[in-house]
């Protein structure tokens, strides 16, 4: 089955602002997003998946590198790797791209011999301005959104995502380092675990340190700090519960959020749409 709605006219894209999605049960390793002329901003993120970003139309920062914000033009190409805090937000009104989010697993067993350069949050961001391979992507979207039968589209999936993954790019290294990882491992799992409004001071007291240090240690490792990293686990969680076609007011409450209002904002605030309007497929 695939999730999307067959009714709209694509020749409206370029009149209406609108975030449209696709899913499809039998490549349940991808996930695809078209946005025309949008103005969403984002807060900083990481997904639990490999994701390529294309720019069409504006111009993007992408925030997230250890030496700055980056300027991503029209015709350019981003890849981010898994657990990679980032954020692309317009420079001045209205902006197009697409985003396609790649299993980090099915990645690993596919392309293993590729899967190394995007697999681990140290890894750097690559940016490609070939338009070649632009294109390609372009094409590769289109058909993913298209009737065209699931083996093809992988095929294809395959052969574009090689050609990306080795194509000459720029690099842009992480502010995260990795570091710290043993001692936020155990902070890493009760965070994972509770649905409860942990408080940066109870885990300050489980670590040992102070506040400051423990911010500063996780975030080393994380790119975001404890609170806010807890928050992008439950917004994954909430958008695999959202594909599956879950109740909103069940998926809020069994991920700790205070309410259904909070559970929409922060999930806006993270994927520049409600909850409802990402488990639908398609926003106007």
């Not at 039998?26 to 990481?46: I, N």
């Not at 989010?101 to 293993?112: G, I, T």
Request: with cysteine; net charge positive; aromatic share 6%.
């Amino acid at each position: 089955m695939r999730h999307r709605d067959e009714t709209v006219d694509s020749s409206r894209l370029t009149a209406v602002p609108k975030a449209e999605f696709w899913r499809e049960d039998s490549l349940p390793f991808l996930e695809s997003r078209r946005a025309c002329r949008t103005v969403s901003c984002y807060k900083p993120h990481a997904h639990d998946a490999v994701s390529i970003g294309a720019v069409d139309e504006g111009h993007s920062i992408f925030t997230g590198a250890s030496d700055g914000p980056v300027l991503l033009t029209a015709k350019s190409l981003v890849v981010i790797p898994a657990y990679r805090v980032h954020a692309c937000n317009p420079v001045e009104g209205r902006w197009s791209y697409q985003m396609l989010h790649v299993d980090r697993r099915w990645l690993a067993e596919s392309l293993p011999e590729l899967a190394a350069a995007a697999d681990r949050p140290a890894r750097p961001a690559r940016v490609i301005t070939e338009t070649g391979r632009y294109a390609a992507f372009c094409r590769l979207n289109e058909v993913l959104f298209s009737a065209t039968a699931p083996r093809e589209k992988e095929e294809l999936l395959v052969t574009v995502l090689g050609d990306i993954l080795t194509a000459p790019a720029h690099l842009i290294a992480g502010s995260a380092t990795g570091g710290s990882g043993r001692t936020i491992a155990p902070i890493l799992e009760r965070l994972r675990a509770s649905t409860m409004q942990v408080s940066l001071g109870d885990l300050a007291v489980d670590t040992g340190l102070s506040r400051f240090q423990l911010v500063r240690r996780f975030r080393a490792a994380t790119g975001l700090p404890p609170i806010a990293w807890q928050i992008n686990e439950r917004v994954i969680a909430a958008r695999s519960r959202l594909r599956a076609g879950d109740d909103l007011a069940e998926v809020a409450n069994d991920l700790g959020f205070a309410d259904q209002s909070h559970f929409h904002r922060v999930f806006k605030s993270h994927t520049g749409v409600t909850p409802g309007e990402y488990r639908a497929g398609i926003t106007r």
